[in-house]
């Protein structure tokens, strides 16, 4: 009974560089999210799907990118990665209207 | 500016004893979240508030929504270790099943 698995757990990269994160999702529900959470600041939604096919920006969507190609998967990439997105990133899904949101256990990425 | 402010930022306190975190926001919403989040985990939903004045009350955490529905407290008796973690409210936004979070409280219990 997975839930929500995001991989990888840990990354480190450079300056420039690209990735992908990639969140998974078994709970048949049609809105997932995107988040990154930095010390004192909560959690701050960067991109989000309310079904396949379908993304729309957050609150804080400079520098990614995300695709919903299926139903359970949710990708963010970042095309060329800076210090500033240095943050622990949460993926979460949700049934719809007052639902309560499905966490992933996160990726902690690091951009030297 | 967040829409929703917690506060304290963080707390320390003793086994046994107890504590009260904030949730306060100058704009009305329909509904509040509490969740918990433990070290290298997801944030787990611990309660939803959708009524103005309404008190929940799951073991020792006693919930509350206030009447004009622009805040919320979460009040923990005889407080444990296993307490311990960060506490988020969230509310949806106007539009959506988005949802906005506050900064958090870190709550830390010593035995």
């Known amino acids: 009974n997975a839930g929500v698995t995001q991989t990888p757990k840990f990354r480190v990269l450079k300056t420039g560089q690209s990735m992908t994160l990639l969140c998974a999702q078994d709970m048949n529900h049609e809105y997932m999210y995107w988040y990154r959470q930095d010390p004192g600041m909560g959690l701050r939604l960067i991109h989000y799907s309310v079904g396949e096919g379908t993304t729309a920006k957050g609150e804080v969507p400079d520098g990614y990118n995300v695709s919903r190609l299926k139903k359970q998967n949710f990708l963010l990439g970042l095309e060329s990665a800076a210090p500033s997105q240095t943050s622990v990133y949460f993926c979460a899904c949700d049934g719809g209207t007052n639902q309560p949101q499905h966490f992933g256990d996160g990726t902690r990425l690091s951009i030297l | 500016t967040q829409l929703l402010e917690q506060s304290p930022q963080f707390l320390s306190i003793q086994e046994g004893e107890n504590l009260t975190v904030y949730c306060n926001s100058s704009s009305v919403f329909s509904s509040l979240q509490w969740y918990r989040q433990e070290p290298g985990e997801g944030p787990v939903l611990l309660v939803t508030?959708?009524?103005?004045?309404e008190v929940k009350k799951l073991k020792r955490l006693t919930f509350q929504f206030g009447d004009a529905r622009k805040d919320s407290s979460l009040h923990i008796t005889a407080a444990q270790p296993g307490d311990t973690g960060l506490y988020l409210c969230?509310?949806?936004?106007?539009?959506?099943?988005?949802?906005?979070f506050g900064g958090g409280t870190r709550v830390l219990v010593k035995p």
């Open positions: 969230a509310g949806p936004k106007a539009a959506g099943n988005k949802l906005t």
């Open positions: 508030v959708v009524t103005g004045g």
